[in-house]
């Protein structure tokens, strides 16, 4: 499920790109687009998620159902009214926050210069977009239940919606508005929305679709909140440091936004596809564990995962780097998204690909200190990471642009998975045993010879002279090659079936 989910992802940035190219259009509405996804990252998939499973997990463990339908009810109407609340102030507040993330383009408004009107654009389609946290925020707390019910494809599925809508607002719509991207803004509204209702009768079927009441001083739901707050940097620290680089970003030459946009996106299809969807599945199995005291189960299912994401993380990251044009040239051009935007964008998903392993080693570590209930270690490393951050961005804009912006985000988010397995090895909690270092180095060795084979493949294409069927081709047989060197490396370096068997205990 959620394989179908990120190809129609990329599907939906490939109509944007189509549609809007990397051009200022495309800068206002990533930017619109981005600031509720951030705190849908908050709110819905990152620090509430982090802080809900392991207490409603304590409390289903405990098998009174009329205590964990209360529990349910009572978070769902807390949650939503902080939420409502917060979607309100959004769409009045939206001038002050198209000011505060997109400092360059307010400081041109107030010069009356021409990118001034980046900042009028911005200010109107972010009262669009903004409703979307309280729509994702509920969907984000129904698929929590499920999830915790072992219940894990629907909340999968679920983006699948928003995909469709925005890929048919712009195919509908953009013809009717003078900038077309407000086309793609209404269909994030009316995705959230669609999501929402699709969940619904999943949780009735379960018997948790329960009529919601404010609980801010029930002892659980205060936990949940005790838990969140410091979550909110603990888990999001990748993309505050993401919002971050839009505000610099803002200062840069305009489509730095859009070449950084693109990227990213490229960067979250294999970090969506194993990264996320791994760490999913394990934050309810380690709450099960902990509850159950379980330390050895604990240790063997974060051990499992880390094995997991490796065999998918290494030889993709390295996959990315080395294919990054010819990837870009693909998927993105075509349209107003032109040759020279392509390698714009190449070079800082290259950047950005040196941290795709450490992505996916946080989304495995932080849920093993937030299913302990433990949330005040990842918010400190979170904000040092933060902090660092900030400081490589300054020290490597200045030489490498936007480039630099995407390489200071790959550094900052090695240090946070460093950070994170050395208190966890410290703790006695995890450590990496000597099987999976072997793993890694079989993995590694097989990523060398996967990229020496695709490396050499590429060197024979001329991309910029054949047209979109030759490209296609061209990189399909490409990732056919990768792939088949990929797995007769492994076989040949010791891998085996035997090395994946999952170790995640589910009951």
Not at 163 to 189: Q, R, T
Request: net charge positive.
């Amino acid at each position: 499920m959620t394989m179908i989910s990120r190809v129609l992802g990329l599907v939906r940035d490939v109509v944007i790109a189509y549609i809007l190219g990397a051009g200022a259009a495309a800068d206002v509405f990533i930017f619109a687009n981005k600031i509720p996804n951030f705190l849908r990252r908050l709110f819905a998939e990152g620090a509430f998620a982090q802080a809900f499973i392991p207490v409603l997990t304590e409390v289903h463990e405990k098998g009174d159902e009329a205590q964990l339908k209360d529990f349910v009810a009572k978070v769902s109407g807390t949650l939503g009214v902080i939420v409502f609340v917060t979607a309100i102030l959004g769409v009045l507040g939206s001038s002050g926050l198209a000011a505060l993330f997109g400092m360059g383009w307010f400081i041109d408004y107030l010069n009356d210069e021409p990118g001034g009107e980046k900042f009028e654009l911005a200010s109107l389609m972010l009262k669009i977009t903004f409703p979307y946290i309280f729509f994702i925020s509920l969907t984000g707390f129904a698929g929590a239940i499920l999830n915790t019910l072992n219940k894990f494809a629907v909340a999968a599925f679920t983006p699948v919606l928003l995909n469709i809508s925005i890929i048919a607002c712009a195919y509908f719509l953009s013809d009717s508005f003078s900038v077309p991207s407000f086309a793609l803004a209404w269909g994030v509204f009316i995705g959230g929305l669609v999501q929402l209702a699709f969940q619904l009768p999943f949780l009735f079927r379960v018997g948790l679709l329960i009529k919601p009441k404010w609980g801010w001083h029930d002892p659980n739901v205060a936990k949940v909140r005790k838990l969140m707050i410091p979550a909110l940097f603990g888990v999001s620290v990748s993309q505050i440091n993401l919002l971050l680089d839009t505000m610099i970003a803002s200062f840069l030459m305009t489509n730095a936004i859009s070449w950084l946009y693109y990227s990213d996106r490229l960067l979250e299809f294999p970090l969506g596809l194993f990264g996320i969807a791994i760490a999913t599945v394990i934050l309810p199995t380690l709450s099960r564990n902990h509850v159950q005291s379980d330390k050895d189960g604990f240790a063997a299912n974060i051990d499992w995962a880390v094995k997991l994401i490796a065999f998918m993380g290494v030889p993709a990251a390295a996959a990315l780097f080395v294919l990054a044009m010819p990837l870009m040239l693909v998927i993105f051009q075509r349209g107003e998204f032109t040759i020279q935007d392509s390698h714009m964008a190449s070079l800082s998903l290259m950047a950005y690909s040196a941290g795709l392993f450490s992505f996916m080693l946080v989304k495995v570590f932080a849920p093993a200190f937030y299913s302990r209930q433990d949330t005040k270690t990842p918010v400190k490393y979170g904000i040092i990471t933060m902090v660092a951050n900030m400081v490589f961005n300054l020290i490597l804009a200045v030489p490498f642009g936007y480039v630099g912006l995407a390489m200071a985000t790959a550094i900052s988010g090695t240090l946070n998975a460093l950070l994170l397995y050395l208190r966890l090895s410290r703790q006695g909690v995890y450590r990496v045993s000597a099987q999976t270092w072997w793993f890694m180095v079989k993995i590694s060795a097989a990523t060398i010879a996967m990229v020496s084979a695709i490396y050499w493949y590429s060197l024979r294409v001329d991309w910029h002279a054949l047209a979109f069927s030759g490209r296609a081709f061209e990189l399909a047989c490409i990732v056919a090659l990768g792939l088949v060197s990929y797995a007769l490396a492994g076989v040949i370096f010791g891998l085996r079936p035997a090395d994946f068997v999952s170790k995640v205990k589910v009951r």
